[in-house]
């Protein structure tokens, strides 16, 4: 407890401030008393000197004439004032004349006073039967200047004592008076200054110590426990900013780890594929042949509906063995910079043999690197999708330029549109949005694929009409060296 008290702060502001003032004040008191006394001492000497020589000319006269009754009566004057203890008359011979006072001077004394005034008057402490006394001796002329006599004036060294007692205890008492404000002071002072804004302080570090780290303390009281404040706000604020990053890293670690998991299942996904497909091509070519055959061999309506449901099927699951080969072949075809509008119109004349309505929607005269055969695939996947979209609705196709050296080809839709929370995975392989049986959900994941392979990436939004889904292809812009040249 002691040990607590003493070192805090409040405590180490009063000893290493408070008492080197107090100190300090006390010292200058101790000087200051020391010149008071001294100034007091000579005054209250001063006053007896004065109250003596004011009744020299009167004690002189009287002792010219030896009218004692006059020289009676100029003594008991002075005795009005009462610092004055005792008044001596001496002749010439030193032998008494009148003696007021409680005490007397011995013979030896009164000789000695009469050999020491001849230099003239003097002053002196000395002890008159057991009584310390201060004493101012004042010598006597007659007219002719021969010496007359001796005035011995007298008042007691403790009377002056207990004056400068007195002074000395109104000066410790202002001191005390002093002292106990100043601690009063600077307790009020740090309590204000410094003890509430640490106090503050301290509340913020336990809350934070709970596990608040979103707590901030608020920079109050001086410049350095503001600077205080503001570095734990800014360690704080450094530590919460680390932990972020750290979340961030971890966060990326794992989308990294499960991306490459899932680039490694599709590999071997990809691998598993084509074997599948390269081992189902050649039975569902025998299968479809077949049917042909027995189609042109029967006659009935019954058995060539059968025949030509098979024949549906078989070109539906050819169609996936394709995707297949597609989706787990990378492209290796030698590329050159391809006009965008020439693709997109050999797409849409190619793949609109059922009277789809689809609208090219013409841009400027833009470049690509590829091939026909990667674009052509490319572009029949988004056509395909966005026909089975809506059936009735209107496709639009379009290109542009999105930026000094990107551009966009766009395949806008007027079906229901894909769900925010789905865009991302409609990209992924076998997923699809279509009812069983009318997609095997590797079209977009091979316009994936492709697209990145060209260095470009896909996006889905929503139709600006509103209505239905934008497919959105950015590829870097290519230059026709041809045409350069």
Known sequence: MIK???????????????????????????????????????????????????????????????????????LESIFDINEVYGAYLFDAQGNFLVSLGAVEPTQAQANRAIELTLDGEFEQYENISGRNVYSFFLPLFEPSGRPSGLLQVTRLKSGIEDELRLISLIAWSGFGTVAILIILVLTWAHRRAIGAPLGRLLDSMHEIESGHLSHRTQA???????????????????????????????????????KLRQSETLAALGQLSAGVAHELGAPLTVIDGRAQRLMRQLDKPEQIRELTDIRDQVQRMTLIVRQLLDYGRNSRSQRKPLEIGLLVQSAVKQHDQ????????????????????????????????AWQADPQGE?????QQISPVQVQIYVDDSGAGI???????????????????????????????????HGGHIQISDNPTGQGTRMELTFPMAINNEEQA
């Open 4 to 74: 607590k008290l003493f070192g805090s702060l409040r405590m180490v502001l009063l000893v290493q401030v408070g008492v080197p003032v107090l100190v300090l004040l006390a010292t200058v008191l101790i000087l200051g008393m020391g010149f008071i006394n001294h100034l007091t001492e000579e005054r209250l000497q001063r006053d007896l000197k004065q109250v003596a020589r004011a009744i020299r000319l009167p004690v002189s006269t009287a002792l010219e004439t030896l009218d004692f009754e006059q020289l009676n009566s100029s």
């Open 220 to 258: 109050t009281g001086p410049h350095e426990v503001k600077r205080l404040a503001n570095g734990l706000n800014g360690m704080l604020d450094s530590i919460q900013q680390a932990e972020q990053q750290a979340e961030q890293q971890r966060e990326e670690r794992a989308a990294m780890v499960e």
């Open 354 to 385: 059922d009277n789809k309505c689809t609208r090219i929607v013409p841009g400027p005269r833009l470049f690509i690197h590829t091939d026909n055969s990667s674009m052509e695939q490319v572009l029949s996947n988004l056509l395909r999708n």
């Open 395 to 399: 496709v639009r196709i379009g290109w």
């Open 419 to 453: 769900p925010i929370e789905q865009r991302s995975r409609v990209l992924e392989p076998f997923f699809t949005t279509k009812t069983p049986g009318n997609g095997s959900g590797l079209g977009l994941a091979i316009v994936q694929r492709i697209v990145r392979e």
